[in-house]
């Protein structure tokens, strides 16, 4: 199977760094029906953690944080990637993007089992058309993988 890329949207929520707030946000959003194809969490300041959140419909994942009121920043751009894992697999994307001057501000790369691997770029928003391009990367408001 081709690799996929996919520029999404997604969305910033600021969280108290403790135990289980991620199960709860978790809970929240799934008994609203938001499906998530993609989250990462990183401590940031001051005893907050960021929580990038890559919600298979957006518009679904505005409303429920609306009811929910958090208070999320974006939509923003990001890049996600998944296919067939194979040495160097990101290697191939990163130089893509390196060969046309884009710079990868951050990414998060992980094995997803049954031989695939799956990743989060992220780079300027001022590149973000450029990496679409470099990239092949379908865009679309609602994601399905």
């Known amino acids: 199977m081709k ?16 135990p289980g707030m991620g199960a709860d946000l978790e809970t929240k ?28 419909n957006p518009d679904a994942f505005t409303r429920a944080a609306k009811k929910l009121n958090l208070v999320i920043r974006g939509p923003k751009i990001a890049f996600l990637v998944h296919g067939t894992d194979k040495p160097g697999a990101m290697g191939e994307i990163l130089d893509k993007l390196g060969k046309k001057g884009i710079n990868v501000r951050s990414t998060c790369e992980l094995t997803a089992g049954a031989n695939r691997y799956g990743a989060i770029l992220w780079v300027a928003p001022a590149d973000v058309d450029a990496a679409t391009r470099a990239l092949g990367a379908e865009v679309a408001s609602h994601h399905h993988i």
Do not use: M, R, W
């Open 29 to 56: 959003l799934t008994k609203e029906g938001v499906n998530l194809l993609a989250l990462h969490a990183f401590l940031f300041a001051g005893g907050k953690t960021q929580v990038d959140i890559i919600p298979e």
């Open 3 to 18: 690799d996929q890329v996919l520029c999404v949207d997604y969305f910033a929520i600021e969280s108290e760094d403790k």
